[in-house]
């Protein structure tokens, strides 16, 4: 088992080296770039050289695109804008060189989740075949959401990587938030990839799911890691508010569990 733990963010490009620099001295091997509100690095030669250090680094990329992403809009302009961004990580992902461009797929808005399902599975396809025709390197990761009303749930992700061949990102927080458990047995089972692209952080939750996130408290990332499969390899993603803190309390945490085996 290799587990490599990270911070969601990586801050402006202009002191993105440093950062990375800093992250390394702290043993951290992981770092997702949040596009959250748009893909804010614009050139090939500053995303050649945020992956180069990264690289020398030891630090995997990934990327998480942004939020205005709705594959399953009422309007058919609004899902090609959505593949426009997605397309638009892809390219960027490809010079810095990220393993993974995680995105939330889009909502149900009026039609069934049958229906829905379908849609986005064709846009994902069409992005599929886009992305081998442009030979981009990272792999599309659609992520299971936290709300209940959103799509995203764990069967909708298992299925898609099975109708698309696409990767996927399992985030614990928001299937604790949909489902009020991690399922942590049937997430195993039912996702045979070898490497995981894994969300973990503290959440608030109620009745519908998600709310926000929070601080992540030591008892559940002790859960998280005492249920991790021993075969198997993780990248681990912290989104909480203080992501550099959890992801080395994380790391601190791994250490401990693993000298006490």
């Known amino acids: 088992m290799e587990i490599k733990f990270g911070p969601a963010g990586l801050g402006p490009v202009k002191t993105a080296e440093e950062t990375l620099e800093a992250y390394s001295k702290l043993g951290i ?11 804010y690095i614009k050139s090939k030669e500053d995303a050649e050289r945020i992956g180069r250090k990264a690289e020398k680094l030891g630090i995997l990329l990934s990327i998480h695109a942004p939020y205005w992403i709705n594959l399953n809009s009422a ?3 609004k899902i090609e804008k959505s593949k426009e961004r997605i397309f638009r990580c892809l390219e960027v992902g490809t010079w810095l060189g990220a393993k993974k461009i995680v995105f939330h797929p889009g909502y149900y808005g009026k039609k069934s989740k049958e229906e829905t399902y379908s849609v986005i599975k064709d846009g994902i396809l069409d992005l599929q075949k886009k992305r081998k025709d442009k030979n981009f390197t990272p792999e599309l990761a659609p992520e299971t ?12 992700i298992a299925l898609l990587v099975q109708d698309t061949k696409c990767s996927f990102c399992i985030d614990f927080a928001h299937i604790l938030a949909r489902e009020k458990d991690y399922k942590f047995s049937e997430i195993f ?3 045979k990839s070898r ?13 519908k799911g998600e709310k926000s996130h929070k601080k992540t408290p030591e008892s559940e990332i002790k859960k998280l890691i005492n249920n991790l499969p021993k075969e198997r390899n993780f990248t681990i993603i912290n989104e909480s508010p203080f992501p550099v803190d959890d992801s080395v309390l994380s790391m601190k945490i791994f250490k401990k569990v693993l000298s006490s085996h």
């Open 195 to 207: 490497d995981f692209h894994i969300h973990f952080s503290g959440i608030n939750y109620g009745e």
């Open 189 to 191: 089972s039912r996702f």
């Open 29 to 39: 091997k992981a770092c997702e770039i949040a596009f959250t509100y748009g893909v």
């Open 145 to 156: 959401t936290g709300k209940i009303n959103v799509f995203g749930s764990v069967n909708e």
């Open 75 to 77: 309007e058919k302009e």
